[in-house]
């Protein structure tokens, strides 16, 4: 029987990821990293599958990993341009950021704690409200439109978790965030597209 002090070092894991990529520079750094937490979701969720011989379980893991940590970072860095690629995001102070970073994630537990865990609710919920907080710090945090499409992946990840923690959601519910996550995909093509400023600018000096 697998133990579940394996399956919490992973949720950790997970949110570890969300916290790293609050301080990530280069864009594609932050489409490895979002990857990352992606992949150790679906491990996550397979190991489950397999545990409770459940086999939806193992399909939306296998989904996760394929649209999600290979198929949408894939697509992400095709969009990049090369100055994107290896330019640095401009952001706010570092460390004052890592504060709040760690302030939200001490909120998210203790709230899930205090309103959940007396349900009886699982770790990975936990993990999954956290997630969700540190999701929408990203996406508030950033005025970078690569930097919050980032941030929703990690929304819909947090959505997975929370699912798999709090309420027994049926594989097409599951399957119609994966959707969506393709959707949000379709729409950031379309906006990573265009093209920078400098380029811009390059262009109409050249």
Request: glycine share 8%; net charge negative; aromatic share 10%.
């Amino acid at each position: 029987m697998i133990n579940q002090e394996a399956l919490d070092l992973i949720t950790a894991a997970i949110i570890l990821s969300a916290i790293w990529a609050q301080f990530g520079t280069f864009m594609s750094h932050k489409v490895r990293i979002v990857s990352i937490q992606s992949v150790l979701l679906s491990i996550y969720i397979i190991i489950l599958g397999i545990w409770g011989n459940d086999p939806e379980l193992v399909i939306l893991g296998v989904l996760i990993m394929i649209l999600r940590a290979f198929l949408t970072s894939r697509l992400l860095n095709s969009k990049l341009s090369p100055d994107q690629f290896v330019s640095r995001e401009r952001f706010g102070d570092a460390s004052f950021l890592s504060v709040i970073s760690i302030l939200i994630l001490i909120f998210s537990i203790l709230t899930y704690r205090i309103l959940f865990t007396p349900l009886g609710y699982e770790t990975i919920g936990a993990g999954g409200f956290a997630l969700l907080f540190q999701g929408l710090f990203l996406i508030g945090s950033r005025k970078s439109k690569f930097s919050q499409f980032l941030g929703y992946i990690e929304e819909e990840n947090a959505i997975v978790m929370l699912g798999l923690g709090i309420i027994s959601m049926p594989l097409v519910i599951e399957v119609s965030v994966l959707l969506d996550v393709l959707a949000l995909l379709i729409v950031s093509t379309i906006i990573i597209s265009d093209k920078p400023e400098s380029q811009v600018f390059e262009e109409m000096m050249g």
